[in-house]
């Protein structure tokens, strides 16, 4: 057995290490496994408190995977960097935490990511700041009426609202309401009011018939949105 578990996580480290030129903890487990990419995904989003409960396997084989996949990177002598798991929420970004109890040596195991000597030391710097940085705010465009968590707002179909965890908001209590929506199509547009704004939100609606949400805009600052029109818009008229 423990041969067996030694060569599955050298398996997946290898692998990742292979695709990325980089491989972190959770790389490791979700390639064997151990806990699902979309939980992963869900964590770093906010919509999980804690990844805790999800990783499978017993407490045991979970901290072995982990001194053999610690022991595997040394062999290899690759470069270890620790990557900080944030997201973005209304007051600020806050610090995401992999297990509900306090311990702060596992939570640093679980950040810790390896990268391969090939990479120069800039190159491994624009990672690991990419890798810290907070995934984009996503706002959702409703199918079904639903009910703002905090101010009680009833909210229509096709109305916007987010979610603070698992609580559903709208965009005043969100702090987004004074965002402009700039629909999906036009990818000038997009680019320059990205560019301008301060704060870019992804606009997303679930499809029933392709079982995923699908992207349909962006929020940015309106008055990002309108300088990035008129700026189009002269450059048109010059060309004309």
């Excluded at 050298?10 to 972190?24: D, H, P």
């Amino acid at each position: 057995m423990p041969e067996a578990l030694e060569s599955r996580v050298i398996r997946s480290a290898e692998a990742v290490l292979a695709e990325q030129k980089y491989v972190g903890t959770l790389d490791v487990l979700s390639r064997m496994g151990l806990v699902a990419a979309v939980n992963v995904e869900a964590w770093r989003k906010g919509r999980i408190e804690s990844l805790e409960e999800l990783i499978q396997g017993s407490p045991e084989k979970i901290a072995r995977s982990l001194e053999l996949f610690l022991d595997w990177a040394r062999g290899k002598r690759l470069i270890a960097h620790l990557v900080r798991y944030v997201r973005r929420t209304r007051e600020g970004e806050v610090e995401l935490r992999v297990f509900s109890e306090v311990d702060s040596e596992a939570e640093r195991v679980l950040r810790v990511h390896f990268f391969s000597p090939d990479l120069t030391e800039a190159q491994r710097g624009k990672l690991v700041e990419s890798l810290s940085r907070p995934p984009e705010r996503v706002v959702f465009e409703i199918l079904r009426d639903s009910e703002c968590a905090q101010c009680k707002t009833e909210l229509e179909r096709g109305e916007f609202l987010t979610l603070d965890g698992k609580e559903p908001l709208c965009m005043d209590c969100a702090g987004l309401a004074d965002l402009g929506f700039l629909p999906s199509g036009d990818a000038a547009l997009t680019r320059r009011a990205t560019k301008y704004s301060g704060e870019t939100v992804v606009v997303v609606r679930f499809s029933r018939a392709r079982k995923r949400y699908e992207r349909q805009g962006i929020l940015v600052e309106k008055a990002a949105l309108e300088r990035a029109q008129r700026e189009l818009g002269a450059s048109s008229e010059a060309g004309a």
